[in-house]
């Protein structure tokens, strides 16, 4: 099984940064995530309780960036990760956390992570 749910450019606004200025204001990341799924009861049953509801991951991303404080992408990242793995049984996921603007003379600076085991 190789099927992917994805999610690309995902806003979420929050708290992040290690400057003083940056604890006091919000700012967007932009958030792409590939999660291995079986996609094939859904394709079967037409259902979306069949389905990992990408709408429902990224409505919970979003929530948890709101309520978040973190300094470091990488801090953001890795709960972001455990969040969807935990919450939405996800076994492997690759996540890109981009940081728009943070390097004025870069198109993008973030990171990119992969955690669990992907399915055969
Ligand atoms: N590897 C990282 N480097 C930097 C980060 C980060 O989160 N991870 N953050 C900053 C500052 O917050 C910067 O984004 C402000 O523009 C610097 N380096």
Known sequence: MSDIVFIRGLK??????????????RQELLVDLEMAWDIAPAGASDQVADALDYSAVATRLREFAAESSFELIEKMAT?????VMREFSVPWLRLRVCKPGAVTEAVDVGVLIERGSRPA
Do not use: F, K
């Open 12 to 25: 979420l606004p929050t708290t992040i940064g290690v400057y003083g200025w940056e604890r006091e204001v």
């Open 79 to 83: 709960a972001l990760a455990e969040l």
